[in-house]
C-alpha cells in the first residue's frame, strides 16, 4: 500500500505543483546485502550450511513461481539514469526475463555440488494463496530512453 501511495503522490505532485518527482517501478532486485528473511538469502543461507554439512532440510512453498530478479546495481544505475531525464516521468524497471523458483534452487545446492531433490522439503502450507504465479516486467520504455 506503501508503494501505491507514493507513485500517486508522485503523480499528483508532478501535475499540480510541476515538481520534478519520478516514479521507478522496480521488480525484484537482489543483492548480498539483502537481509535474512528473503527467500533468496534464506536459499542460499540453507544451502551453504548443508555443504558445511548440517543436516537441516529447507523448507519452502511452491517452487514453480516465477519472478524476474534483477541486479541491484544495474537497478540503482536506472534509477539515476532516470533523474538526468529532462522530464520527470514513471517507469517500470525489471530485467524483461523470469525464472522459476525452481531454478533459483537448482542452481544455489548445484554451485555446492549438492543435489537440492535430497534437502529441500515442499511444504503446502507455505503457499501463498494470494502469490503472483508470475512476474515479469516489460522494460521497453526504459530500453529506448536509456539503452
Not at 511452491?62 to 530478479?69: A, C, H, K, M, V
Not at 540503482?76 to 525489471?94: I, N
Request: glycine content about 6%; overall charge negative.
Amino acid at each position: 500500500m506503501a508503494k501505491a501511495a507514493s507513485f500517486w503522490q508522485a503523480v499528483n505532485y508532478r501535475g499540480s505543483y510541476q515538481i520534478f518527482a519520478s516514479d521507478g517501478i522496480l521488480f525484484n532486485h537482489e543483492s548480498p546485502l539483502r537481509p535474512a528473511n528473503f527467500v533468496e538469502k534464506k536459499i542460499a543461507s540453507a544451502a551453504c550450511r548443508i555443504a558445511r554439512g548440517s543436516k537441516e532440510h529447507l523448507y519452502r512453498g511452491d517452487l514453480l513461481i516465477e519472478r524476474g530478479w534483477g541486479c541491484t546495481p544495474e537497478y540503482v544505475e536506472a534509477m539515476r539514469l532516470m533523474l538526468q531525464l529532462q522530464e520527470p516521468d514513471k517507469l517500470l524497471m525489471a530485467t524483461g526475463t523470469s525464472n522459476k523458483l525452481a531454478e533459483f534452487v537448482d542452481y544455489a545446492f548445484t554451485q555446492l555440488v549438492l543435489e537440492w531433490q535430497d534437502h529441500v522439503v515442499i511444504d503446502p502450507e507455505l503457499f501463498r494463496p494470494t502469490d503472483l504465479s508470475s512476474s515479469k516486467g516489460n522494460l521497453e520504455e526504459a530500453e529506448k530512453l536509456f539503452g
